[in-house]
């Protein structure tokens, strides 16, 4: 008070300047604020209205699309996957038909074993959900968190290879500036994912389908050009194993065959990616989901089963410097000037699929992170949209996190491909698992086939347990262990996430009940009264008992001095709530109702009052929109909001709470308004 009393002491003449300055100074706020607007809106786009009936049509995938979106991932592994499991078997390159073979075979077995989580969770979540859903929340967050890792590995191993693989057609002196390359890749496909994921696709199709015509091309011709070896193949192979099992015994070559088979595991990265982003999917989602991995099993186990029958049928031997498929495409394209020049387009299209394959991370990652938001593991900022409707926090976590471990490993695609190609499998294994154990507990309510898909489950799953097992003890020195000290540290975080939310659910739970205090049915309306009187303009939340506080303090604190009540809330649309029409139906319900009950509660005690709503992606955007609108129609008002106090405010409860109070605090007060936080303790 004796602040006011000075200021309205000072002369005008003395106060002018001084109101001039202020006004110059919000007036270059404004400005920058307004030209941050407009160059973010030139990057990512313009906003999207998530309400418009189309707009599910507009961002969802058809099969095609999704094809090239989540299959790149699985199809770029036939680049360094193949080359894996045949180097393994060393002299004993005969064993290669075998290994391609089962390849084949495995890619088809993991493909319909996805195919059931399609059908089980049409909603998404893949083998996050498998996990949670049938063997329980703790299988569940061990899931997800070899999914976060796993995906973050695919952004930074992908950008790495993709870029060794051009600066492998430069020359030497160039290398210095294979890091920046990187760095500016992987930046480069975040910004292009911000925009949205459909344009991202859309941007990265040529490549995808580049590559696909040119392997399949080579494949065919390379096949064709030998197919005098191919007649002669199968005999040979089984007589030279003969030949082997005979010197060195059936139980070592059968050793050796698991071994290169399950080296060559990364060959399967990436098929879970469907069942993971299903919610991403046009309607019908489970038709479409199906033709999705349809379209990845028949790409995958061709391309991959192909190569490594190229590499057997033109005897490719390892050359310093080259990977075996740069090897094999020399050898059937040879040394014309026509045959290096679509060496060169081949090896291009190669690296350019790896990129397409870092983008299925930016694409699968986000959508995993906010399943388990949901579910109260992870900050609950990761489940928020964007106003182009992507999930731009974890997409901006992911790009961080493969920025970083790309700087750590310095871009080694060797050391990268260990950590990659653990977490995945423990995915696989999981949900195979899980699966086996719905159809054993639903044998009398399921299908007369039950007894087909739990056997098709259990055999699945020990493959990919055994793949796991061989590649986590060959590889566990190596760089193994890494994969597996991070993955726990992830749950570890995560637990203590979801304890520190269930604890203050439990409250607010408690909170609700004991402040949400009923209402008549039939209740006396006020109108409002003359809008210069004293007006209380009050956020609401989701929780009745944080809003009651805040209205109860209000009276408390200014006894009978505001004559109008103005309840404003936002609702959010999010990854839930975005599902589909239901959804953004229900959440507009739970909105409109949750307005009502203060309303009616004011209206029960005399009071006028009344409600507005807003809807969008941002919070704060659309209660500082509400206020505005309130503070024009009622100019003698005061706003309020509650803020969530613990009693150990620390860096972690910041970043798990929103924090929006203060947020929206700061924002009025650069519009000259003023905000009351009334602090609830908790």
């Known amino acids: 008070m004796v602040c006011i009393w000075r200021i309205s002491c000072i002369p005008k003449d003395e106060l002018g300047p001084t109101l001039e300055y202020d006004d110059k100074i919000r007036g270059l706020n404004g400005y920058a604020m307004s030209l941050y607007a407009r160059i973010r809106q030139w990057v990512i786009g313009d906003p999207i209205n998530p309400f418009n009936p189309y707009m599910l049509r507009h961002v969802s995938l058809v099969a095609f699309l999704a094809w090239i979106g989540l299959g790149a ?18 002299s004993h390159t005969h064993l290669a038909l075998f290994i391609a073979l089962a390849t084949a075979i495995t890619v088809f077995i993991i493909s319909l074993g996805y195919n059931q989580v399609i059908e089980l969770f049409p909603s998404g979540g893949g083998g996050y959900k498998v996990a949670t859903s049938l063997l329980g929340s703790w299988a569940g967050v061990v899931s997800g968190a070899a999914l976060i890792i796993d995906y973050i590995l695919t952004i930074t191993v992908s950008v790495a290879s ?65 197919r005098g070896g191919l007649m002669m193949i199968v005999p040979e ?41 299903v919610n991403q999917l046009s309607e019908p989602r489970v038709r479409t989901g199906k033709w999705t991995m349809i379209y990845m099993a028949v790409s995958l186990s061709f391309t991959a089963a192909g190569i490594i029958l190229l590499y057997l049928l033109w005897n490719v031997t390892p050359v ?77 976590m992911f790009g961080v996190s493969a920025l970083l471990l790309l700087i750590w490993s310095r871009g080694s695609v060797r050391l990268l491909v260990v950590l990659y190609s653990i977490n995945v499998f423990i995915t696989f294994s999981l949900s195979l698992l899980g699966l086996s154990v719905y159809w054993i507990k639903q044998r009398e309510r399921a299908s007369p086939y039950w007894r087909m898909r739990l ?18 003890v060959s590889k566990f020195r190596s760089g193994g262990w890494v994969t597996i000290a ?161 009693e150990s405010d620390n860096w972690m409860t910041r970043m798990l709470h929103n924090e929006t109070p203060t947020t929206l605090q700061r924002q009025l007060h650069l519009m000259g308004r003023e905000l009351m936080i009334l602090p609830m303790r908790i």
């Open 486 to 646: 991070l993955t726990f540290a992830v749950v570890a975080v995560c637990f203590v996430i979801r304890r520190h939310y269930h604890r203050v659910n439990q409250k607010l739970a408690a909170i609700d009940a004991q402040l949400k205090i009923p209402v008549m049915e039939e209740k006396p309306v006020r109108l409002m009264s003359d809008p210069l009187a004293p007006t209380a303009v009050i956020f609401v939340g989701k929780s009745f008992g944080v809003g009651m506080h805040t209205l109860l303090s209000i009276m408390r604190i200014f006894p009978r001095y505001f004559h109008n009540f103005v309840f404003v809330s936002a609702g959010i649309v999010d990854v839930s709530s975005f599902a589909g029409k239901e959804s953004l139906e229900e959440m507009r319900r739970q909105v409109y109702g949750t307005l009502q009950y203060f309303v009616d509660y004011c209206h029960q005690y005399g009071l006028s009052a009344q409600s507005e709503a807003s809807f969008g992606t941002d919070t704060v955007d659309q209660l500082l929109q509400l206020a505005d609108q309130a503070g024009k129609k009622f100019p003698n008002c005061i706003y309020f909001a509650s803020r969530l106090v613990f």
């Open 162 to 226: 993709g870029v060794d693989a051009l600066f492998s057609l430069m020359p030497q002196n160039f290398l210095f500036l294979r890091m920046p390359a990187e760095i500016f890749l992987l930046l480069f496909l975040m910004v292009l994912n911000l925009r949205g994921m459909k344009e991202s696709i859309k941007f990265l199709m040529p490549i995808f389908l580049g590559f696909v015509i040119v392997h399949f091309g080579l494949i065919v011709y390379g096949i064709v050009a030998h």
């Open 455 to 472: 056997t098709f489950s259990l055999f699945a799953c020990f493959i990919t347990t055994g793949i796991l097992c061989v590649t986590l």
């Open 237 to 277: 192979t089984i007589a030279e194993t003969g030949r082997t099992a005979a010197v060195i015994g059936w139980f070592p070559v059968m050793a050796l065959m698991l071994h290169a088979y399950s080296l060559g595991s990364g060959t399967y990265t990436g098929l879970e990616a469907v069942s993971n982003n």
């Open 73 to 90: 991932d699985g199809l770029s592994s036939s680049c360094y996957g193949p080359e894996e499991a045949f180097l393994a078997l060393g």
């Open 320 to 396: 310093t410097g080259k990977t075996l498929n740069a090897v094999v495409f020399h050898n059937i394209l040879g040394d014309s000037g026509f045959g290096r020049g679509m060496l060169s387009v081949t090896l291009i299209l190669e690296a350019g699929l790896l990129f397409v394959a870092a983008n299925t991370g930016f694409l699968g990652g986000p959508s995993v992170l906010a399943n388990m938001a949901m579910d109260g593991w992870v900050p609950n900022r990761f489940r928020h949209l964007s106003t182009r409707l992507v999930i731009q926090n974890g997409l901006i």
